[in-house]
C-alpha cells in the first residue's frame, strides 16, 4: 500500500554535498547510494559530523545534493520546485523530529490530524481511531502538548506521522529527548508501526540501541557509507562504531 | 489552518494585544472624529433650521463679488423701505425685517467684554416677538422694548445676568448701557454653545449697529397656495440692485455654509491626525509581525514539513492579521465613540463649547474605521507574512535556523534610499512646481512625506549600528556592566531597533516640523515688527485678529499725549477683478510704519489722496504693475474705481499689516459703510509708559474689545495666538507618539521572551534583578534616542524645505523645543520599558537556563 511497485522506494546514487566554498568549504556527503526497501526499517548511525543529519535531509527532499540524484517512490526530487516538494511531502513523506515539534496551541487530537487538515483531506473511517489507540493516546487527546510528558508528546508525533501513510517515514533521533525507559517504548512503537502496518522508516540516530531495533543499520563516516548490517544486536553495533572510529 | 491561526492568536494574547493597541488608538481617533463633526453638524443643521422657521423665503443684501466667510466683511444692508413694498405683494403673507452683527459684545460686571473661546458675540433685532418668524421663547421677563436687551439663558445663568440690570452693550459705536428686559432661549432649547446671543427692538438694533434704515435681511411668508418658487419668482422682481432672494431651503444652506466649512476643515485636521496615528501603528504592527514570525521559525517550517505550501503560511499569516485587524478596529470604533464624548468635554473646558443634539453614530463613520484600521493591518502584514513563507522546512530539524535573506536583500539600503529620495522629490515638486491647485499639491506632499517617512525607516536600520554606538554612551558610563550591554542589544538586530524607532521617529519628526515653522513664524514676525513699526503703541482687537470699528481708535486719538495715529484698515475688494483683501491707511500711518520702497516716494502713505494706492513687490511683479500704472478696485456695493500706483514697496520676511494693494482711508470710507480697523498704531509723548498707557486705556474704556499694547505687548500677544495652536498640534501628535511607545514595549517585551535563556544565564552569572531591569531600561531608552535623532533631523529638514519656499518665513533652529522632545523621548524610552523590565527582572535564573 505504500507507494508503487515492489522496488526500494528511495534511491540515492551517488550522492555528494558540499558546504560553503573555497578554502573553507565542507564536504558533508561524499558520494553515497543506497536504496530504501519497501517495509523495512533502516537505522543511519555514525559519529557527530559523520554526514548522517545530511543524508537524511537530502532524502527527505529538504536540502539539494551538490551533485547526485535521489528517487522518492519514482519520482527525482532533486530537480523539483517549491510547489512539487510540499505535494511530495503530503503524500510521500512522513518526519519525527527529536524535540517533536508539536504545535503548542492545538490539541493531540488536532496536531495528530494536522496533515490531513492541511492538504485537505478526509482521514479514512477508523484510521485516525486505530493509530490513536495503537500509539495508546485514547485517553489523551484532549490535552496539549504542555499537558502531556515527553514521551506521550512523541507518541502524538508518531501518529502524527503515520496518520497521511507516507511512503516514508523519517525519524531524527527519535530519542533523544528522552529518558531511556520511555526511549524504549517509542522505539518498539516505531518498530510495530513497521511490522503491523507494513511503514517503511529511516532513523537517524547514535543511540546503538536504537539501530538495534533496525532491520539494517548503515554506517556513515566523512560523508561515506563505511559498513551494513542487517539485524543485530546493541553490541555488534556498538563494536563496529569503535572499529569506524579507529 | 485556520484553526491554527486564530489559536495561534489566542495563545499569545499579550502580544497580540499590545499588537492591536497601535491600530485602536488610530481607529479610535477616526471614528471620533466622524463621531464628533458629525453631531456637531446636526446640532447646527438644527439650529439653522430654527431661525428660519416660519420664512419661505429670505431676502438678504448681496456684495458685487462673492466674499470670503469668515472674515468679518459683511453684506451690504438695503433700504428698509423695502419692507413695504414685499408686504404689498400678493402672495405675502407677512414679512418682517431684521439687522444683525455677529460683533455684538456684552461687558460684564468685571467690565470686560463676554467672549467664550472664539465663539460668535451675536446681537439681532427681533421686529416682532409675536410673529412666526421668531425663533425664540421668553424664559423670563419681556421683550425688549426702545433701549432693552434680551440676552440668553445661557449667558445670562454664566455672567449672573438678571432682568432689570443694566448692562454694557457695544456693536459698531462705544459702549451703551441697557436693561435686560428679559431672558430668551432658543424654541427648540439647543444652545450655540459659546456663542452669545443678544436680542433688541429694531430701531435700537438699527442704532447700535450704525444701520439706521438699513436692514440685513428680509424674512417672508408665504399665502397658503402660493409655493416657494412661485414666492421667489414675485419677489424677484421688484427687487432693488444689491439685494436677493432665496427660498428658505437655500436661506438655510447658505446660513450653514460657514459652519460647513469650519465642520469639514475640523474633520479634516482632525482625521490626518487619526492618519498619522494609524500610520505609525503600521510600523509597530510589521514590527511585532516579523519578530514574532522569527520567533516561530520552528513552528512555521514544521507547518511546512507537514506538507503546507507557502500560500498556506502566508494565508495563516494574512488571517491573523485580518483577525487582529477587525477585532482593533471594532474596539477602535467604540472607543471613538467615547473619544467624541471626551472631546466634547474638552472643547467645553477650553471654552469653545461645541453645540450638541446627542452623538451621530453614521454608517460611513463604521465602515471607513473599520476599513481603514483592516486595511493598515493587513498592509503592514505583508511584509512579514511574505518573510514568513521563506521560511525553509529543514528550520524544523535545525537548531537556531534563521530565516534566508531575500533575494533583494542587498538592494534593500540603495531602495530604500531611492525611495526617500524620491519621496523628497515629490514634497519638492508640491511645494515648488507652479500653477498645481491646493489638492494636488496637498497629495503630491502627502505622497511625499509618506515616502520619505517609510524610505528613511527602511534606511534606518543602516543608521542603528553607528547612532546606537554613540547614544548608548551615556548608558555605559552610567549603566555600567548593564549599560554596556544594552548598548550592545540594541546594536544587535539593526532592522528590529530600525523598526522600533521609526514608530517613534515619525511623531518626532512632525513635532519637531511644527516646533521649526512655529520658531520660523515667530522669529520672522519679530523681525518685520521691529523693522516697520517705528510707533509706541498698538491698538487691536482683544483677540488679536479681528478688525475693529473704528471708533476706538478715534477715542484712542482723544487720549492726552497722543501725537500721531495710524490706522489700518482692511475689508475686501476686487482688485483688477481679482477678489482678495486690500488695507487702506490715513496718512498718520506714515509716521508709525517704516516701509522699504523698491519704487515711489518715501513718503508714499502719506500722500495718497482720493486715488492713490500703493502695492507690494509681488504683486506689481505678478501684474505687471509699475509706479504710474493703474488699478481698478471694486468695492463690495458694486462700484469701482481706478486708482493710481504711487508707489511699491518690499515687505519683510515675517509680512507686513498691508495687503496687495493699499489705498487712502478716506477713498475706503467713502464706499465701505462700516470700515473696521486691523490694526492702529499710536506714538505719543515720551514714548511708552505706565501713564500714556494708562490714559489709552482709560480712552478706550468704552471699547472693551479693543487693546492698546507697547511694542513688546503687541508682540507677545500676536505670538500668544499662535502658541495655542501649537498646544493642540502638539497634543494631537502626542497621540502617534504614544502609539509608538506601545511599539517599543511590544519589541521589549518580545525581545525578553526571546532572550529567556540569556536573561537566565546573566542572571546565574551573578547579575542582580536591578541590573537586568537597567539593561531593558537602558536598551529602551536608547532606542527611542534613535528615533528621536532621526525624526528631529527629518523634521528640521522638512520644516527647511517649507520655510524655503514660503517668502515672509526665515528659518530659525528651535533649540529648546528640541532639547524639550529629547527629554520627552528618553521619557517614552523609560515608560516604555516599565513593564517589559519588571518581566525580565522576575525570571527565575533556573527556569530561564531550563527552558525549553
Redesign the interface.
Known amino acids: 500500500m505504500n507507494g508503487n511497485g515492489d522496488g526500494p522506494v528511495v534511491v540515492a546514487a551517488d550522492v555528494a554535498r558540499r558546504y560553503g566554498q573555497g578554502e573553507t568549504a565542507v564536504d558533508a556527503l561524499r558520494g553515497v547510494s543506497v536504496e530504501i526497501e519497501r517495509a523495512r526499517l533502516t537505522a543511519v548511525m555514525g559519529p557527530s559530523g559523520s554526514g548522517k543529519s545530511t543524508l537524511m535531509h537530502i532524502l527527505a527532499g529538504l536540502d539539494k545534493p551538490t551533485s547526485g540524484t535521489v528517487a522518492v517512490a519514482g519520482t527525482e526530487i532533486t530537480t523539483l520546485g517549491d510547489n512539487e516538494l510540499t505535494k511530495l511531502r503530503r503524500r510521500h513523506i512522513g518526519f519525527v523530529f527529536q524535540f517533536f515539534n508539536l504545535l503548542p496551541m492545538l490539541n493531540a487530537r488536532e496536531n495528530i490530524t494536522l496533515p490531513l487538515t492541511i492538504s485537505g483531506e478526509k482521514p479514512e473511517d477508523g484510521w485516525v481511531d486505530k493509530i490513536v489507540g495503537d500509539v495508546g493516546l485514547s485517553d489523551r487527546l484532549s490535552h496539549r502538548p504542555s499537558e502531556l510528558s515527553g514521551g506521550q508528546q512523541q507518541r502524538v508525533a508518531i501518529a502524527r506521522a503515520l496518520v497521511s501513510k507516507p511512503t516514508v517515514l523519517f525519524a531524527d533521533e527519535p530519542t533523544g529527548n528522552l529518558d531511556s525507559t520511555t526511549g524504549n517504548e517509542i522505539l518498539e512503537l516505531l518498530r510495530r508501526s513497521v511490522d503491523d502496518y507494513g511503514q517503511t522508516m529511516v532513523m537517524v540516530t547514535h543511540d546503538a540501541r536504537a539501530a538495534a531495533m533496525a532491520h539494517r543499520v548503515l554506517f556513515l563516516a566523512d560523508g561515506q557509507i563505511v559498513r551494513e548490517l542487517g539485524e543485530c544486536n546493541a553490541h555488534r553495533i556498538l563494536e563496529v562504531l569503535e572499529e569506524i572510529a579507529a | 489552518?485556520t484553526?491554527?491561526a486564530i489559536?495561534?492568536l489566542?495563545?499569545r494574547k499579550l502580544r497580540t494585544a499590545l499588537t492591536a493597541l497601535a491600530i485602536v488608538l488610530g481607529v479610535a481617533m477616526i471614528s471620533g472624529t466622524y463621531v464628533l463633526t458629525d453631531s456637531i453638524d446636526q446640532a447646527f443643521d438644527r439650529i439653522f433650521t430654527d431661525i428660519r422657521q416660519g420664512s419661505n423665503a429670505v431676502i438678504s443684501g448681496k456684495s458685487a463679488f462673492d466674499l470670503s466667510e469668515g472674515s468679518g466683511v459683511t453684506e451690504p444692508t438695503f433700504d428698509e423701505a423695502l419692507l413695504e413694498d414685499l408686504r404689498g405683494l400678493s402672495g405675502v403673507e407677512d414679512a418682517e425685517g431684521s439687522v444683525d452683527s455677529d460683533a455684538t459684545q456684552l461687558i460684564g460686571d468685571d467690565g470686560k467684554a463676554v467672549v467664550y473661546g472664539g465663539a460668535p458675540n451675536l446681537g439681532f433685532s427681533i421686529a416682532n416677538p409675536d410673529s412666526r418668524f421668531n425663533p425664540l421663547t421668553l424664559v423670563n421677563g419681556e421683550w425688549p422694548g426702545a433701549n432693552e436687551i434680551i440676552v440668553d439663558k445661557e449667558t445670562a445663568a454664566k455672567e449672573d445676568f438678571e432682568v432689570g440690570e443694566t448692562i454694557g452693550v457695544q456693536a459698531e459705536g462705544p459702549v451703551q448701557r441697557l436693561a435686560i428686559s428679559g431672558i430668551m432661549q432658543f424654541s427648540s432649547g439647543l444652545t450655540i454653545g459659546g456663542a452669545t446671543l443678544a436680542g433688541f427692538d429694531l430701531p435700537t438694533a438699527q442704532r447700535l449697529m450704525r444701520k439706521e434704515g438699513r436692514l440685513d435681511e428680509i424674512a417672508v411668508a408665504s399665502k397658503p397656495g402660493v409655493t416657494d418658487p412661485e414666492l421667489v419668482r414675485e419677489i424677484q422682481a421688484i427687487l432693488p440692485d444689491g439685494t436677493q432672494v432665496q427660498g428658505v431651503g437655500q436661506q438655510v444652506e447658505s446660513d450653514a455654509e460657514e459652519t460647513n466649512e469650519f465642520i469639514t476643515f475640523l474633520q479634516t485636521f482632525l482625521l490626518a491626525f487619526g492618519g498619522i496615528a494609524l500610520f505609525v501603528g503600521s510600523f509597530v504592527i510589521a514590527n511585532s509581525l516579523s519578530i514574532t514570525i522569527a520567533q516561530r521559525t520552528?513552528?512555521l517550517a514544521?507547518?511546512?514539513?507537514?506538507?503546507?505550501?507557502?500560500r498556506?503560511v502566508l494565508g495563516s499569516i494574512i488571517l491573523e492579521a485580518l483577525v487582529v485587524g477587525i477585532v482593533a478596529s471594532l474596539v477602535g470604533l467604540f472607543l471613538g465613540l467615547a473619544l467624541a464624548k471626551g472631546l466634547f468635554r474638552l472643547f467645553d473646558l477650553v471654552g469653545f463649547t461645541l453645540p450638541n443634539t446627542g452623538l451621530v453614530f453614521e454608517t460611513r463613520t463604521i465602515v471607513v474605521a473599520l476599513l481603514a484600521g483592516i486595511l493598515v493591518t493587513l498592509g503592514a502584514s505583508l511584509r512579514p507574512a511574505i518573510r514568513a513563507t521563506r521560511v525553509?522546512?529543514?528550520a524544523?530539524?535545525r537548531e537556531g535556523a534563521t530565516l534566508p535573506p531575500g533575494r533583494f536583500a542587498r538592494l534593500r539600503g540603495v531602495g530604500a534610499l531611492l525611495m526617500a529620495v524620491g519621496g523628497f522629490a515629490a514634497l519638492a515638486y508640491g511645494i515648488f512646481a507652479d500653477g498645481l491647485d491646493t489638492t494636488t499639491i496637498l497629495i503630491w506632499m502627502g505622497l511625499g512625506t509618506l515616502l520619505v517617512f517609510l524610505g528613511v525607516a527602511l534606511f534606518s536600520s543602516r543608521l542603528v549600528r553607528p547612532l546606537a554606538h554613540v547614544l548608548g554612551w551615556p548608558a555605559t558610563k552610567m549603566g555600567g556592566a548593564a549599560g554596556s550591554l544594552a548598548r550592545d542589544n540594541a546594536r544587535r538586530n539593526p532592522q528590529r531597533t530600525a523598526s522600533t524607532a521609526a514608530a517613534l521617529m515619525i511623531g518626532l519628526a512632525l513635532v519637531t516640523l511644527v516646533a521649526t515653522l512655529a520658531s520660523g513664524i515667530i522669529v520672522s514676525f519679530k523681525s518685520s515688527v521691529n523693522d516697520l513699526f517705528t510707533g509706541d503703541y498698538a491698538i487691536t482687537a482683544q483677540n488679536n485678529f479681528s478688525p475693529i470699528p473704528i471708533d476706538a481708535a478715534e477715542a484712542a486719538a482723544m487720549a492726552p499725549g497722543v501725537t500721531v495715529v495710524g490706522n489700518v484698515r482692511t475689508g475686501e475688494a476686487l482688485r483688477n477683478g481679482e477678489a482678495g483683501f486690500i488695507t487702506a491707511v490715513d496718512p498718520g500711518t506714515q509716521e508709525v510704519i517704516d516701509l522699504d520702497w523698491t519704487e515711489g516716494p518715501e513718503d508714499t502713505i502719506s500722500t495718497l489722496g482720493d486715488d492713490g494706492a500703493f502695492v507690494d513687490d509681488g504683486w506689481a511683479e505678478d501684474n505687471d504693475a509699475g509706479v504710474g500704472s493703474s488699478v481698478e478696485v471694486t468695492f463690495p456695493n458694486g462700484s469701482s474705481k481706478t486708482f493710481e500706483i504711487e508707489g511699491i514697496f518690499d515687505p519683510p520676511s515675517g509680512g507686513s499689516p498691508f495687503g496687495a494693494v493699499t489705498i487712502s482711508a478716506a477713498a475706503f470710507d467713502a464706499e465701505v459703510p462700516q470700515p473696521r480697523n486691523l490694526y492702529s498704531f499710536l506714538k505719543m509723548e515720551g514714548g511708552a509708559t505706565d501713564e500714556n498707557q494708562a490714559a489709552l486705556d482709560a480712552a478706550l474704556a468704552d471699547f472693551p474689545n479693543a487693546k492698546a499694547q507697547s511694542r513688546e505687548g503687541f508682540i507677545d500677544n500676536q505670538i500668544s495666538g499662535l502658541s495655542s495652536i501649537l498646544n493642540i498640534l502638539y497634543v494631537l501628535l502626542a497621540l502617534s507618539i504614544v502609539v509608538s511607545l506601545f511599539g517599543i514595549v511590544n519589541t521589549l517585551v518580545l525581545t525578553v521572551f526571546e532572550r529567556t535563556r540569556e536573561i537566565g544565564m546573566l542572571r546565574a552569572i551573578g547579575m542582580t534583578r536591578r541590573q537586568i531591569r537597567r539593561m531593558i531600561r537602558h536598551e529602551s531608552v536608547i532606542t527611542a534616542l534613535i528615533g528621536a535623532a532621526i525624526g528631529i533631523v527629518l523634521g528640521i529638514a522638512l520644516a527647511a524645505l517649507l520655510i524655503y519656499r514660503v517668502d515672509f518665513l526665515v528659518f530659525s533652529f528651535p533649540t529648546l523645543q528640541v532639547v524639550i522632545f529629547v527629554i520627552a523621548a528618553i521619557a517614552v524610552g523609560i515608560l516604555a520599558a516599565v513593564f517589559p523590565a519588571r518581566r525580565a527582572a522576575k525570571l527565575d535564573p533556573l527556569r530561564a537556563i531550563a527552558y525549553?
Open positions: 489552518m484553526r491554527f489559536r495561534g489566542l495563545s520552528r513552528e514544521t507547518l511546512r514539513m507537514l506538507g503546507a505550501s507557502r498556506q525553509p522546512p529543514v524544523a530539524v525549553e
